[in-house]
């Protein structure tokens, strides 16, 4: 079994990228394969632009009059007052419920980020120049695409919405 080297190689020749038996050892072949890291690397930026237009939507649904709402509605909880009116009670419910539907899909598109990351770098360590630049110019190209022609600004790395109740 040969040792793979630590440098970079200008070789289309690919054994067993990511998996057993996915590789090329045909320009055309490996030509394929270097899209295919691409339109991979381009669904990677996506999986990350969804969980941004997701905290986005999430904050601009949350307006001040929910969360003064929200606030009232935990402390009659914390309370245990009986005299809270039943309304406060069912919208407290419902954002509750909405909140842990909206973190349990930020969890799974958490987990596929992180699994799809790591695919990333596995193709980035296998030390293919050719690789190496499919994935760079695609994470490049699709950044800069859904950054300026649909959101018109910057993408941040998408955080928690911070509960206001709690500071």
């Not at 072949?29 to 941004?52: D, M, P, Q």
């Not at 007052?81 to 899909?105: C, G, K, Q």
């Not at 022609?149 to 919405?161: A, D, G, K, S, T």
Request: proline share 2%.
């Amino acid at each position: 079994m040969a040792m793979h080297g630590s440098y970079f190689e200008f070789s289309y020749h690919v054994e067993n990228l990511l998996f057993k038996g996915l590789g090329s050892s045909t320009v055309g072949g490996f030509v394929g394969l270097c899209v295919g890291v691409a339109i991979f690397t381009v669904f990677y930026e996506s999986v990350k632009l969804l969980r941004h237009y997701l905290t986005q939507r999430l904050r601009r649904s949350s307006s001040e009059s929910a969360t003064v709402s929200r606030c009232s509605s935990r402390e009659s909880e914390a309370n245990k007052s009986e005299d809270a009116p039943l309304v406060h009670r069912r919208f407290f419910d419902v954002l509750t419920s909405l909140w842990l539907r909206y973190h349990l899909i930020q969890t799974v598109l958490h987990m596929v980020q992180v699994v799809m990351g790591y695919m990333v770098m596995l193709v980035i360590m296998s030390f293919n120049i050719w690789l190496c630049l499919s994935v760079l110019i695609a994470s490049f190209l699709s950044y800069h695409l859904f950054s300026v022609y649909i959101f018109n600004q910057p993408l941040l790395v998408p955080v928690e919405v911070v509960n206001k109740c709690s500071e």
